[in-house]
């Protein structure tokens, strides 16, 4: 081979390897720069139709539609998992747990839970009587401490319940584990009157098809606006800004009411 060749041979396989050398280099750079994958936030939240449900495995739900929504739009993956209330409660209090929804704002919670500003969802609580009761309500809770009522244990009922019942308007307290079961309490006439989220009792009288035995009275007790809270041991504070932001926009572009619309328009 001649000289001249050869030459050429040489700088065409140092070009070669030179190559290969930076893709190399650009490669492991590469995977020492690699972002590594985000952690997803752990939220807990009850079996409450129909804001928070699940069928077939998969939770659904009013709530679960707009926290999934506000989160994808921020690429932070989540884990929404249903537990029994009080156990959802202890677990975002003992830091075991990011966050929870969809939860009232209460100065008992307020001790360990960092709420959204932005408002999840309002829910209206309302009381509810079997059909051939003839008790009537005017608005006064202080008149109706004779009968005895149906609560979920450690669910809030919005301010206005809550502190009839703290101040012995409301003394006869029948509570249960579910919102089923205190239906099926009601029904059955273990209570008197039965005190739920509006659009909640009537989603588990429907699945029951028992919506001609029960009625509800007029008028409503209280509109409680319901949030996503945030564990104070988790110190998620940034998050929750960035959710609150999200979750405005969301209201302002329309997607907030499509969502609620949706469940209710079939």
């Given amino acids: 081979m001649s000289r001249p060749l050869l030459n050429k041979v040489v700088k065409f396989l140092l070009a070669g390897i030179v190559v290969c050398l930076h893709s190399a280099l650009v490669n492991a750079d590469e995977l020492l ?96 009587v079997r059909s051939d009761s003839t008790i009537e309500f005017d608005g006064n809770l202080s008149l109706m401490e004779g009968y005895t009522f149906g609560t979920v244990r450690k669910i809030s009922y919005g301010s206005v319940f809550d502190q009839a019942v703290e101040q012995g308007m409301i003394s006869h307290i029948e509570e249960t584990r579910s919102g089923e079961k205190n239906m099926a309490m009601l029904i059955l006439n273990r209570v008197d009157i039965l005190v739920s989220n509006k659009y909640g009792a009537y989603d588990i009288l429907n699945k029951l098809g028992r919506e001609d035995d029960v009625r509800e009275l007029d008028p409503e007790v209280q509109t409680v606006p319901s949030y996503l809270a945030f564990s104070k041991k988790r110190g998620l504070g940034h998050i929750r800004d960035q959710f609150d932001f999200t979750l405005k926009e969301m209201k302002m572009d329309g997607t907030y009411q499509k969502i609620i619309d949706a469940h209710f328009d079939h």
Avoid at 44 to 71: Q, S
Avoid at 85 to 114: H, M, N, Q, S
């Fill in 33 to 128: 720069h690699v972002r590594p994958a985000i952690p997803p936030i752990e939220i807990v939240t009850l079996d409450y139709p129909p804001y928070e449900y699940e069928e077939d495995g998969v939770i659904k739900g009013i709530a679960v539609d707009l926290v999934e929504e506000a989160f994808d739009r921020l690429n932070q993956p989540i884990n929404i998992r249903m537990v029994p209330w009080a156990r959802a409660l202890a677990l975002v209090e003992e830091g075991k747990a990011d966050a929870i929804f969809t939860a009232y704002k209460t100065p008992e919670r307020e001790l360990f839970c960092d709420y959204s500003n932005e408002v999840l969802i309002d829910q209206t609580v309302s009381l509810f």
